[in-house]
C-alpha cells in the first residue's frame, strides 16, 4: 500500500501535488540473517517540480516525512 502525502506547490496557484513516500525515498534492500545497519538517513528536504505548473517546486522535507510512517 503506497503512503501517499499531498503537499502544496510554491507557485503563485499552490496545486496540491500527492507525493508517494516510496518513490521518493527509493527501496530498502532486505537481507536475510544478521542485519546490516546502512545508516542511510532522511534527507533534510528534497525539492521537485511541480506536476501542474511550470514556476512552482513542491518541497518535501524530513518532518513531513517522518510524519507519514
Do not use: A, W, Y
Amino acid at each position: 500500500m503506497p503512503n501517499i502525502i499531498k503537499v502544496k506547490c510554491t507557485g503563485p496557484d499552490g496545486h496540491e501535488n500527492e507525493i508517494d513516500i516510496e518513490s521518493v525515498l527509493g527501496t530498502d534492500v532486505v537481507l536475510s540473517g544478521t542485519p546490516i545497519e546502512t545508516g542511510r538517513p532522511i534527507p533534510q528536504r528534497i525539492v521537485r517540480r511541480c506536476g501542474v505548473c511550470f514556476e512552482g517546486k513542491v518541497i518535501i522535507t524530513r518532518e513531513m516525512i517522518q510524519e507519514s510512517l
